[in-house]
């Protein structure tokens, strides 16, 4: 059976790593995704030392630190024609595959490219492809896995063709990162959970108003349009033991009911199953 996890963005701006990890230990969470970027909420240069600290405070919170999170796809795509930019995005993945084996993390969120008026899609397609089997080597030498997510960048658009970039990539430690809201537009997750089967590295929790049609559209879990039940019964039939990891921005008063709301609805998905 899949863990409850929450992710470092549901808490406001600001907020010490530590007491986000202490009030999602007390919520009753069992596993926690931590986010890096230039301007937080934690730094690309923590040192190995560092990540150990924190991982110890985790463990002694009863906390798995699952994975790691990061915004950086989008402003240096491993998609982009420009050799200076595409460099820069491997440089940055590089360095978080090895900030998450410091902190004992299984697994690096990845946006795999971008579709743009400048990057046409078999263009993406080709460039994300040999980016992303470059980073496979750093992470079957870290023992970190690669998980591509499904995102709002016009690519990869289907769990048929997710599961073939995955697979072209022709590495172990490359698989998939389904989140169960972004898709809701255009697919349903629980067919992207059957149809990527054993390359489901990790999932994000979130929920989605498809009337609404663009950001407006997330809610909170069990408020959408995700067929939750069916979602359920994908994982228990895949053996999905790894977390259902909470990705929801943080609410601008009553930051600790907003955990115990996440918390209770994934006990409720849970009990689904």
Not at 24 to 49: H, I, K, R, S, W
């Amino acid at each position: 059976m899949w863990t409850k996890g929450i992710n470092q963005w549901v808490f406001p701006a600001g907020t010490p790593v530590e007491r986000a990890m202490e009030e999602a230990a007390q919520a009753g969470f069992e596993a926690f995704e931590v986010c890096f970027g230039p301007d937080g909420p934690l730094p690309l240069e923590m040192t190995g030392a560092e990540a150990a600290a924190l991982r110890r405070h985790a463990e002694s919170l009863g906390l798995a630190l699952s994975s790691v999170a990061s915004g950086m796809g989008w402003q240096f795509p491993l998609s982009s024609p420009d050799p200076a930019v595409r460099e820069r995005g491997l440089e940055t993945n590089r360095r978080m595959l090895q900030l998450a084996a410091w902190l004992g993390a299984d697994t690096l969120l990845v946006v795999p490219g971008l579709v743009t008026p400048e990057v046409s899609y078999d263009e993406a397609l080709e460039t994300a492809l040999a980016s992303v089997r470059l980073l496979a080597d750093t992470a079957e030498s870290l023992g970190v896995g690669i998980g591509v997510e499904n995102v709002w960048n016009k690519f990869l658009l289907s769990p048929v063709e997710m599961r073939d970039f995955i697979d072209h990539c022709e590495s172990p430690r490359v698989g998939a990162y389904v989140d169960t809201g972004n898709m809701m537009p255009y697919g349903y997750p629980e067919q992207y959970l059957r149809i990527l089967g054993r390359r489901v590295l990790k999932v994000h929790a979130k929920d989605f108003r498809v009337s609404a049609g663009n950001l407006d559209g997330f809610v909170m879990l069990l408020e959408g349009d995700v067929d939750w039940p069916a979602v359920a019964a994908a994982l228990r039939d895949m053996d999905y033991n790894g977390p259902m990891t909470a990705e929801i921005g943080p609410y601008r008063h009553g930051g600790g009911a907003q955990l115990r709301q996440i918390s209770t609805a994934l006990d409720a998905i849970r009990e689904m199953a």
